[in-house]
């Protein structure tokens, strides 16, 4: 089995032993960290479907969310800081602001996005009693800086280039060129001929398609610049949403998914910022934190069913149900549909703004994503379990989600409301979801009284 898919699998995965397993009819794939095909298998557990395998040999982890773990790290990493993807190059050229401004903006959102996903592995984990690996099955860290060297001293060549002397066009070239350059004194990876050929044409392959994709949008681009009706949109699009600011970021947000789904990123950015950028930032929204918005919205698709191809490329690794997987990858991922609007409603989620707003709307963020990812995944880390499938722990989950909201929503800009209003909304809602869960806890032990009793 190919290295990539150890990687997906190597992270979690040693469980303690459970008794209560069973042969699963036609459920999921079951994941484990050692890499061998000869030992997937499928099992069930007795009182709550297909789950997480346990053994004395090795633990398991469902294969559909190793998958959509894989597609949701994958996809994020397009809107990363400081090497993002081609459209963040894109952006800066097209808005006329450094690299680095952009860099600065995205940091913040990427970085919650990126919790958001650590927090619910690990609440899976913990809900699931999966251990990580013991240490002497963990590979050595000197040698994985003796493998890998290459890769630093090539970001780090590429992070100068961007950041200090801003030569974003050229930037990629140059790294590329260092690597190869650096691959062919290593005896384990040197190219010969035939890789060499190999490399050629797929790049000659990747730059056709790329090159008629954006032909196409060009030539949309150009016809509605000539003609005149890119204002006509902007304004038609203006009409639609009423002059409300939350109808129109919901009519681009559609758009700006369903583009995403037929065309790359790139391509769909660069039409969204002539077709729709306008309509937005003419309700006056902040330019910069619009076309992040843009950015983040056509990465949606990738993630999201019934596309999902980040997804469904993930779930081809990982040999589990490319929609069942697209559906884990979109919880995992949820976070990333509320992000744009947090920061296009508050710039100050992308640091433009004063620094004790700036730092009041990241610590109630990160609170509020601690919430909504607990809540999501029905694990609280550091408070425990927060029920399975009762009325009453989903009620109380669906609250915690509610209230995670509400810390994460960014205070004044276009809401009207103040971040303090904001912070109460959320602590009622905390005090519903703890009375929820009580009660629920109440309902159950009396159930279970009675149950044994009769």
Not at 90 to 113: D, G, N, R, W
């Amino acid at each position: 089995m190919n290295r990539r898919r150890r990687v997906l699998s190597q992270s979690r995965i040693r469980a303690s032993r459970h008794p209560a397993w069973r042969p699963c009819q036609g459920g999921d794939i079951l994941f484990r960290p050692d890499g061998f095909d000869e030992r997937l298998r499928h099992h069930q557990r007795a009182d709550h479907g297909c789950h997480v395998h346990s053994s004395d040999e090795a633990g398991w982890v469902l294969a559909r969310y190793a998958g959509g773990v894989e597609a949701c790290a994958s996809t994020g990493g397009v809107l990363m800081p400081p090497v993002m993807g081609a459209t963040a190059f894109v952006m800066a050229t097209f808005i006329e602001v450094p690299y680095s401004e952009i860099v600065i903006a995205a940091a913040i959102p990427s970085l919650l996005y990126y919790l958001a996903l650590f927090m619910q592995i690990d609440g899976y984990a913990a809900r699931n009693e999966i251990r990580g690996l013991p240490r002497a099955e963990l590979p050595s860290l000197r040698e994985v800086f003796r493998e890998g060297w290459y890769f630093i001293a090539v970001f780090v060549l590429l992070i100068v280039m961007l950041l200090y002397f801003k030569r974003e066009a050229q930037a990629p070239f140059y790294a590329s060129l260092l690597l190869i350059l650096i691959n062919q004194f290593s005896t384990k990876h040197r190219w010969n001929w035939a890789k060499a050929r190999a490399f050629a044409e797929a790049v000659g392959v990747m730059l056709a398609e790329l090159a008629a994709l954006l032909a196409g949008a060009g030539l949309i681009i150009g016809a509605l610049t000539l003609s005149g009706k890119v204002g006509t949109i902007a304004y038609e699009l203006v009409a639609l949403a009423g002059g409300n600011v939350i109808v129109l970021l919901l009519v681009g947000a559609l758009t700006s998914f369903v583009l995403g789904m037929g065309m790359t990123v790139t391509a769909a950015y660069i039409f969204l910022a002539v077709t729709l950028a306008p309509a937005l930032t003419g309700a006056g929204l902040d330019r910069l934190s619009v076309h992040l918005f843009m950015l983040y919205w056509g990465m949606v698709s990738f993630i999201t069913p019934p596309v999902a191809l980040g997804a469904f490329a993930a779930a081809s690794i990982a040999k589990a149900n490319p929609i069942s997987t697209g559906f884990e990858a979109m919880r995992l991922g949820s976070i990333i549909y509320f992000l744009p609007f947090f920061f296009v409603l508050n710039p100050a989620l992308i640091g433009r703004g004063a620094p004790e707003q700036v730092l009041i709307v990241v610590a109630t963020a990160l609170f509020g994503v601690w919430l909504i990812s607990g809540g999501l995944q029905g694990y609280l880390i550091g408070i425990g379990d927060l029920g399975r499938k009762s009325i009453g722990s989903l009620a109380a989950r669906g609250s915690i989600i509610a209230a995670g909201l509400a810390f994460a929503l960014p205070g004044r800009g276009l809401l009207g409301i103040s971040q303090f209003g904001l912070i109460v909304l959320g602590v009622g809602l905390l005090i519903l979801a703890a009375l929820l869960a009580s009660v629920d806890r109440l309902y159950t032990r009396r159930a279970t009284t009675e149950h044994e009793a009769g």
